[in-house]
């Protein structure tokens, strides 16, 4: 005959153990469902930290950069200027004029063939050709005279360089402060005296409007000049200016030249 056992029951003790067991073994493994979400978490937040960390160190430079940082040539050339093909070759330098009372040194003061050849120099480098988009670009006529690159065939509209024409009308008033001396070399001076006038009015109205527009800044103090034998004072003109660099320019505009006066 077959024994029957009935269960006995826990003792509470042993109930409490059991219960406690479980417990943990479900703390472990709510424990262990959470650790990669933790882990997650914590990986995100480091991201976070690095992208805010990036984008303060980001906006920080710029800002010092705007702050301190000296624009290119080109992005003053280009900001303070209207458009011009040549702003791409533009170089800024520090000048200090060299400008004393007595300029009798300069290769440009005066008369005779060597100022005339330093004032060729300067002045003369022939017109050049742009195309309808520069045209319009420059907010010019289309009815600007049109001529062909003989080196290319290309059709465009004769142009020239503002500075160029500037120097050309001031070696005009050189050269009409010593009329006695041009008025029959066959230049601009030898032409009928009315003319003369005319051209020389207009020469003087170009630099003013120039003067004018440019309206230099720079300010100059005065001193006494021993070699002037008196004692009244004199401006001092020796001061620092920001110049574009005009051999560059110079240079430019002779390399860009289709056609020059005795072409025309």
């Known amino acids: 005959m077959a024994e029957e056992y009935e269960p006995v029951p826990l003792l509470d003790e042993e109930q409490q ?31 976070g930290h690095a992208v805010l960390l990036s984008i303060s160190t980001t ?14 040539d080109l992005v003053v050339a280009t900001e303070f200027s209207t458009y011009s093909p040549a702003a791409t070759i533009v170089k800024y330098n520090t000048v200090r004029y060299n400008l004393t009372p007595i300029m009798t040194w300069s290769p440009y003061v005066g008369k005779g063939p060597e100022v005339d050849e330093a004032w060729e ?27 062909t690159d003989p080196k290319t065939g290309k059709v465009g509209y004769r142009a020239a360089i503002e500075v160029f024409h500037q120097l050309h009308c001031l070696n005009l008033l050189r050269q009409f402060t010593w009329k006695e001396y041009y008025i029959n070399d066959g230049g601009d001076i030898s032409a009928e005296p009315e003319d003369v006038r005319s051209h020389v009015d207009h ?11 440019q309206a230099d800044i720079g300010v100059f103090t005065f001193k006494l000049y021993a070699e002037l034998g008196d004692n009244d004072p004199w401006p001092d003109f020796s001061t620092l200016h920001t110049c574009r660099n005009f051999e560059d320019i110079r240079d430019w505009a002779r390399s860009k030249a289709v056609t020059w006066d005795d072409d025309a």
């Open 17 to 47: 153990s059991e219960k406690s067991a479980w417990r943990r073994r479900l703390s472990l493994e709510a424990l262990y469902r959470t650790r990669p979400l933790q882990r997650a978490t914590r990986h995100w937040v480091w991201i």
């Open 59 to 72: 906006l920080f430079t710029l800002a010092f950069c705007m702050r301190y940082a000296r624009p290119s």
């Open 121 to 147: 120099q300067i002045s003369r480098v022939g017109d050049m050709m742009i195309s309808l988009d520069e045209l319009e670009r420059l907010g010019l006529s289309r009815d600007s005279l049109k001529i």
């Open 203 to 213: 020469c003087l109205e170009t630099l003013r409007m120039n003067l004018m527009c």
